[in-house]
């Protein structure tokens, strides 16, 4: 009996030293798992400072896009009123324009009535005889020494200004002096004017109608208004053309970096469609590739053993299969920090579930992938086990399983020890 109290007291000892082992172990992965969760939390917040950016810039880049294209509306409509204006000060300068050239008709016409007076006063001249041509001929000289008549002493004062200006008129004037002295004492015989030559004469006055004295100074201010809303329309248009270079630009730009990710997305997409399917191609194409703004995106696959088809065409297993092509082909080209799929196996076999997995493991260097599944393959492929129950008591437990360690501790040689110890210590007692 003592041998067997003493060899229970060794195992029990043996026992509590195991134990002791395995708290140090245990404190010592805890310890690890502190370090790890502090740097994953580390990481965590780089990438969430550098998704930050990138959202911060990705927003800079559309307000700047939202402004161009509100300043590029603001210059339409301020050169739609400038044009406005234009017309208007175009429609009055041109109203100006003919009122002056109206005025400037009225006093040709005015200087060819003039003409044809001084003609019709050489032709009364003219029918005087020979006293009228002798006054004509012998000019001012003579007219002054015979002096003019009381009647037509204004007149004669009147016209020496304009004579001093133009002989003619002066010897004209004197001409009448003459023969208005003479006139005097023997009144001639004259003809009426006809009343059609009157009428005539007066229409013609009427048509003339009434000069602006102010036509010139109106037409000075229209055309220096005229000047500047020319400048502000040249200012508009020059403003204009840099904002359609600069939204060219950008549309260069979009396009450019649009046609190179679609290109890689494309290349991307085949090679994970035959990784998935084993074999067969697939193709991205564009509905409207002259217009990328408005293009569509359309799918076309080929599984092996059937032919090119359009994904609506597609059984539903393959059309999942070819959704997760593109979502992986996606993060391939543009990788993300974390990505939930939510059961996206549900309608893969077992063999699809094999390759689906393959795929699954070859992103998860750079994107943690959260995946709801209830796939036993999927599940034996992952990093971290959460799952939920409710108990009797009706609350949710979250129970969490890390699947690389539980195996490192039961692959452990004194894990098997130790239950080969207990199993033989139960047994005893």
């Given at each position: 009996?003592?041998?067997?109290?003493?060899?229970?007291?060794?195992?029990?000892?043996?026992?509590?030293?195991?134990?002791?082992?395995?708290?140090?172990?245990?404190?010592?992965?805890?310890?690890?798992?502190?370090?790890?969760?502090?740097?994953?939390?580390?990481?965590?917040?780089?990438?969430?400072?550098?998704?930050?950016?990138?959202?911060?810039?990705?927003?800079?880049?559309?307000?700047?896009?939202?402004?161009?294209?509100?300043?590029?509306?603001?210059?339409?409509?301020?050169?739609?009123?400038?044009?406005?204006?234009?017309?208007?000060?175009?429609?009055?300068?041109?109203?100006?324009?003919?009122?002056?050239?109206?005025?400037?008709?009225?006093?040709?016409?005015?200087?060819?009535?003039?003409?044809?007076?001084?003609?019709?006063?050489?032709?009364?001249?003219?029918?005087?005889?020979?006293?009228?041509?002798?006054?004509?001929?012998?000019?001012?000289?003579?007219?002054?020494?015979?002096?003019?008549?009381?009647?037509?002493?204004?007149?004669?004062?009147?016209?020496?200004?304009?004579?001093?200006?133009?002989?003619?008129?002066?010897?004209?004037?004197?001409?009448?002096?003459?023969?208005?002295?003479?006139?005097?004492?023997?009144?001639?015989?004259?003809?009426?004017?006809?009343?059609?030559?009157?009428?005539?004469?007066?229409?013609?006055?009427?048509?003339?109608?009434?000069?602006?004295?102010?036509?010139?100074?109106?037409?000075?201010?229209?055309?220096?208004?005229?000047?500047?809303?020319?400048?502000?329309?040249?200012?508009?248009?020059?403003?204009?053309?840099?904002?359609?270079?600069?939204?060219?630009?950008?549309?260069?730009?979009?396009?450019?970096?649009?046609?190179?990710?679609?290109?890689?997305?494309?290349?991307?997409?085949?090679?994970?469609?035959?990784?998935?399917?084993?074999?067969?191609?697939?193709?991205?194409?564009?509905?409207?590739?002259?217009?990328?703004?408005?293009?569509?995106?359309?799918?076309?696959?080929?599984?092996?053993?059937?032919?090119?088809?359009?994904?609506?065409?597609?059984?539903?297993?393959?059309?999942?299969?070819?959704?997760?092509?593109?979502?992986?082909?996606?993060?391939?080209?543009?990788?993300?920090?974390?990505?939930?799929?939510?059961?996206?196996?549900?309608?893969?076999?077992?063999?699809?579930?094999?390759?689906?997995?393959?795929?699954?493991?070859?992103?998860?260097?750079?994107?943690?992938?959260?995946?709801?599944?209830?796939?036993?393959?999927?599940?034996?492929?992952?990093?971290?086990?959460?799952?939920?129950?409710?108990?009797?008591?009706?609350?949710?437990?979250?129970?969490?399983?890390?699947?690389?360690?539980?195996?490192?501790?039961?692959?452990?040689?004194?894990?098997?020890?130790?239950?080969?110890?207990?199993?033989?210590?139960t047994a005893a007692g």
């Open positions: 009996a003592r041998r067997d109290a003493e060899g229970v007291r060794a195992r029990a000892e043996a026992a509590v030293g195991i134990d002791a082992e395995r708290v140090i172990r245990a404190e010592n992965e805890l310890a690890a798992l502190v370090e790890r969760e502090r740097a994953a939390q580390q990481e965590m917040a780089d990438v969430s400072e550098a998704v930050a950016e990138a959202v911060a810039h990705e927003a800079g880049a559309r307000m700047a896009i939202v402004a161009l294209e509100s300043a590029d509306a603001v210059d339409r409509r301020r050169l739609a009123e400038t044009e406005t204006l234009a017309a208007g000060a175009r429609s009055r300068l041109r109203l100006a324009e003919e009122r002056l050239r109206a005025a400037e008709v009225a006093e040709l016409e005015s200087r060819l009535g003039l003409e044809t007076l001084r003609e019709g006063l050489l032709v009364e001249l003219a029918g005087l005889g020979d006293l009228g041509l002798g006054a004509l001929h012998a000019g001012p000289d003579a007219a002054a020494a015979n002096g003019p008549s009381p009647a037509l002493a204004v007149e004669s004062d009147g016209a020496g200004e304009a004579g001093a200006e133009d002989p003619e008129t002066v010897a004209l004037t004197a001409a009448l002096a003459v023969a208005g002295a003479r006139w005097a004492t023997e009144p001639p015989v004259v003809s009426v004017s006809s009343p059609a030559r009157i009428a005539r004469l007066r229409r013609h006055f009427h048509e003339l109608g009434a000069a602006n004295p102010s036509a010139v100074e109106e037409h000075a201010a229209i055309r220096t208004r005229l000047e500047g809303l020319e400048a502000q329309e040249s200012d508009l248009r020059a403003a204009i053309v840099d904002t359609r270079r600069l939204i060219d630009e950008l549309s260069a730009l979009v396009t450019r970096q649009f046609r190179t990710t679609f290109q890689a997305l494309e290349s991307a997409f085949d090679a994970r469609f035959r990784q998935l399917f084993d074999g067969g191609f697939a193709r991205l194409t564009l509905t409207d590739p002259s217009d990328l703004s408005a293009t569509g995106v359309e799918i076309v696959a080929r599984p092996p053993g059937k032919k090119a088809q359009a994904l609506a065409m597609l059984s539903g297993g393959e059309r999942a299969l070819t959704a997760v092509a593109l979502l992986f082909a996606m993060l391939q080209v543009r990788p993300v920090p974390f990505c939930v799929l939510d059961e996206v196996d549900a309608a893969l076999d077992e063999a699809n579930i094999g390759r689906f997995v393959a795929a699954l493991r070859s992103l998860a260097d750079r994107t943690q992938f959260i995946v709801i599944t209830h796939n036993r393959g999927t599940i034996e492929a992952a990093d971290a086990l959460y799952g939920v129950t409710v108990g009797d008591d009706s609350v949710s437990r979250v129970i969490s399983l890390r699947l690389d360690e539980a195996s490192a501790v039961a692959a452990e040689p004194g894990m098997a020890a130790d239950g080969a110890s207990l199993e033989h210590a």
